[in-house]
DNA sequence: CTTGCTGCAAAAGTTTTGCACACGT
DNA sequence: ACGTGTGCAAAACTTTTGCAGCAAG
């Protein structure tokens, strides 16, 4: 469903130091670390998770710099923003992903993806009725799972 | 488009009554204040917002008492959570309102509403293949608008 | 070398919480 | 009266920023 790190891994890594390069910025050891680590990430992840990924692993790169890093994966348009919750930000790779959606439960939090191929074209039309040009777009649903609605039963 | 505070105002606060009631919670000035700014809304509004145009208004009702006031808005159902930005948290009232999908420009952050009626079924469709009851889903496109490109090509 | 980058810790912004007192029911 | 609500200020949390030293091009 999504390809893996090692298929990505080189092409992306170019893609952004072609970013940095053509913005004057520096393609560091630390940036080097975060892109490795964003690039196993196989579904939505936190910047949160990914300091605390780096620090298990023993690798020197601090909180204020993921934050600064994500940033700039976020301009080269490597990773996308996935707005779930309005207090935390997720992210997920946007290379080489077909759209999709997330169903989520309101009780447990649990986050299904599935695809929304077909939400192009409503995007595509909404936008030139507002002469907007279509970046990207994110449908969430929220429910109750059948686990959640077990217990509400109770 | 929305029906306005005179048509709303009083079933929506026998609604929020009826919930306060049914949880063994209390109907208190605070409450009422709050609630009819609320009802004042026509779009998308934010905390910080109520708690300026209450201070504004000579009312007496905290920012603690606005935040605790606006968890159970959301659950009576009286208003929803419209996520826009993952360090806000935005509301729109719930009641009486079509689906609507929100078209955001990525610079200026002007946001557009559409109808999104066709979801539903979508909605729908996607819970039933994962067993989950459907309660709300959200649609929004990021995209350029024309204000922005103009200042993009200069 | 020059310019940008990093880590730290402090700051900023939003939302939550503990506590003593006040108020609906 | 009882149990809940309120205001205040402090805490909690995520994200941002200033600064002095460090490193990439």
Redesign the interface.
Same mark, same amino acid.
């Given at each position: 469903m999504q390809a893996n790190a090692d298929t990505m891994m080189m092409p992306l890594c170019s893609i952004f130091r072609r970013f940095l390069k053509r913005k004057g910025l520096k393609f560091t050891t630390e940036r080097a670390v975060i892109l490795d680590s964003v690039l196993r990430k196989d579904g939505i992840f936190e910047a949160e998770e990914l300091c605390e990924e780096l620090k298990d692993a023993g690798h020197s790169a601090s909180k204020a710099t993921v934050y600064r890093t994500l940033k700039h994966l976020l301009e080269s348009g490597i990773i996308q923003?996935v707005? !779930?919750?309005?207090?935390?930000?997720?992210y997920q790779i946007a290379f080489g992903r077909k759209p999709t959606?997330h169903?989520m439960? +309101?009780e447990t939090h649990q986050v299904?993806e599935?695809p929304t191929e077909?939400?192009n074209a !409503? $995007?595509r039309k909404?936008?030139k009725?507002?002469?907007?040009?279509?970046?990207?777009?994110?449908? +969430?649903?929220?429910? $109750?799972?059948?686990a959640a609605?077990k217990v509400e039963e109770a």
């Open positions: 923003e707005l !779930l919750d309005s207090t935390r930000s997720h959606g169903l439960c +309101v299904i599935f077909e939400l !409503l $995007m909404i936008c009725e507002h002469g907007y040009e279509p970046l990207s777009h994110r449908f +969430v649903i929220h429910g $109750m799972s059948p609605r």
